[in-house]
């Protein structure tokens, strides 16, 4: 069984752009020093981060039981997505799941994994699955693999959430549960909606809930929009994704879009991501050239001033001054952690979501 949390294809020249290894513009160790302690806002970030990744498992083994589950009459809708996307994060894997339908035979039943018959099965003993939907246990893995003797970690539960409104609409809900403890992970509704208006046609997914690891907590709201017109070639795809911690603790937000005006205009992509730490706001501002590129330029700005110009090129991060001044060295790879975090935090949530199936 292969782990679900994992980036799509469409995510490589994003990853390429950011490196695996960071490193600065300077090797002058007396270069200016900027007015930011990038490691406390890299903190903020990964204390929102760490709930969501507690779930990765859970999303893991319910992908491995997705074929037994539409073998047992479990209907996933997972017709392609009908408006034409870009190619830099491959947006097109958000609407995959558009709807799920649970038939009255499977609606109460527990799905678990049977090492004998070596795959997964109904136990009509367990009797407390959610009436309008399915349980699927959750078991510890290794690598993305089940491990024998199985370690029961807990449950997901999938639901109808169907209101009659315009999305169709899926509850989730992952419990750790075990001789330990009785902990609620996760909880969120996801929907999904096409329509079609002459030669226009928009998709949206959403999801909104939150995620806990028991010490720390982070709510989130997730929309993704796409838009294409069969006319004249011309689209446009955005995602919108919040993490906030209860209270006054610190939240992270992300916005990206990409657009062309028709078939015949190269698109463009832009990343606006902000970080707000102690009532103090980090933004950075990345806008990148053309489809699929590997390079990106921006701003970096810190309680409400820019203080960094941004080059992203090679798998490196590079900063200057606003007026073109090399940055301190040692200051300049903090940087490059920080600027990588804000821009793939957001796909620890989007890849841990247990609705998105290949």
Known sequence: MKA??????????????????????????????????????????????VP?????????TLLGATDALVDA????????????????????FLPELASVVFP???????????????????????????????RVVWYALSNGFLVFPLNERGYIDLTDEDDGGALSLLGVRMVADNATETLLLSEFTRGHALTVDGTEEV?????????????????????SVASADEATGGYL???????TSPGTGPSYAVHFEESAASSA???????????????????????LPG???????????????????????????????????????GQAVELSALVRAMLIGWLDVVSSLPIFFD
Not at 52 to 60: E, H, N
Not at 73 to 92: A, I, T
Not at 203 to 223: C, H, I, P, Q, T
Not at 281 to 287: A, E, F, G, R
Request: hydrophobic residues 35%; glycine residues 10%; aromatic residues 6%.
């Open 104 to 134: 009255p035979e499977v609606q109460g039943q527990t799905f678990i994994y049977d090492p004998a018959r070596e795959q997964w099965v109904i136990d009509e003993s367990r009797t407390d699955a959610p009436e309008t939907g399915i």
């Open 4 to 49: 679900a949390a994992r980036a799509p294809h469409a995510l490589v020249p994003l990853l390429a752009l950011l490196g695996t290894t960071a490193c600065g513009d300077s090797t002058d160790p007396g270069g200016q020093r900027l007015d930011i302690e990038a490691g406390e806002v890299l903190l903020a970030i990964q204390s929102l981060v």
């Open 237 to 243: 795809s955005s995602l919108d994704l919040e993490l």
């Open 265 to 287: 205009d190269d698109p463009r992509g832009r990343f606006l991501i902000t970080v707000v730490r102690d009532g103090v706001t980090t933004v950075l501002d990345i806008d």
């Open 291 to 329: 489809e699929g590129d590997t390079d990106g330029s921006g701003t970096l700005s810190h309680a409400g001033t820019t203080i960094a110009n941004v080059t992203l090129n090679s798998g490196q991060s590079r900063f200057t001054t606003p007026d073109g001044q090399r940055v301190d060295s």
């Open 203 to 223: 998709e949206r997914v959403e999801a909104a809930g939150f995620y806990s690891d028991g010490a720390n907590d982070a709510d989130f709201d997730l929309a």
């Open 73 to 92: 009459g479990v209907e996933f809708d997972r017709e392609p997505p009908q408006p034409e996307k870009g190619e830099w994060l491959g947006f097109d």
């Open 52 to 60: 969501v990744r507690t779930s990765a498992d859970a999303g893991s």
